[in-house]
T-cell receptor
Framework: EPEVTQTPSHQVTQMGQEVILRCVPI?????FYWYRQILGQKVEFLVS????????KSEIFDDQFSVERPDGSNFTLKIRSTKLEDSAMYFC??????????FGQGTRLTVV | RKEVEQDPGPFNVPEGATVAFNCTYS??????FFWYRQDCRKEPKLLMS???SGNEDGRFTAQLNRASQYISLLIRDSKLSDSATYLC??????????FGAGTRLAVHP
């Protein structure tokens, strides 16, 4: 069964460093998303991506965040200068059409 | 008002019990609704979509009341493996998903 894969599963980084979280969505999917979940809190929408551009982003997704789909298979989330409060589980999701999305296993980001 | 509200629980029930979760949403224009399941420190997984007429999938029944902006999930004959957090999810613009905070279910022997 096709699945969304994310790497790494866990990343520890120092405050102020840049991180890139990587995702390989399901191959025939057209919509791509990043969500985050701070420990003990709800899943929050960050950004949606369709037709090679951002279609919507939340207030959380400020200038420190960016997304790319560099090669038609990978979908990356970059955080330019990490803060302690960026520590969370980051989930990538993809959808063929419509809102039924499939989630990757997540990357646990720890900023120290 | 939160976009999607759920009772956080936890609901502690014995195996075989029937348990119901409720959820309310604030945007009356919302068109698509889902229940996802999330195990501890894992990704959300789609449990079922929720249709206007109500729908059933085995032991799980979902209902939607558009007038009250209310969604429910009923689990019959609970199993130990049903222990998880159940997330009420509403579609927003551009197909993004808006999650409730989740309701924790613990099924005990």
């Amino acid at each position: 069964e096709p699945e969304v894969t994310q790497t790494p599963s866990h990343q520890v980084t120092q405050m102020g460093q840049e991180v890139i979280l990587r995702c390989v969505p399901i191959s025939n999917h057209l919509y791509f998303y990043w969500y985050r979940q701070i420990l003990g809190q709800k899943v929050e929408f960050l950004v949606s991506f369709y037709n090679n551009e951002i279609s919507e982003k939340s207030e959380i997704f400020d200038d420190q965040f960016s997304v790319e789909r560099p090669d038609g298979s990978n979908f990356t989330l970059k955080i330019r200068s990490t803060k302690l409060e960026d520590s969370a589980m980051y989930f990538c999701a993809s959808a063929r059409e419509g809102p039924e999305a499939f989630f990757g296993q997540g990357t646990r980001l720890t900023v120290v | 008002r939160k976009e999607v509200e759920q009772d956080p629980g936890p609901f502690n029930v014995p195996e075989g019990a029937t348990v119901a979760f409720n959820c309310t949403y604030s945007n009356s224009a919302s068109q698509s609704f889902f229940w996802y399941r999330q195990d501890c420190r894992k990704e959300p997984k789609l449990l079922m979509s929720v249709y206007s007429s109500g729908n059933e999938d085995g032991r799980f029944t979902a209902q939607l009341n558009r007038a009250s902006q209310y969604i429910s999930l009923l689990i019959r004959d609970s199993k130990l493996s049903d222990s998880a957090t159940y997330l009420c999810v509403v579609r927003g613009g551009y197909n993004k998903l808006i999650f409730g905070a989740g309701t924790r279910l613990a099924v005990h022997p």
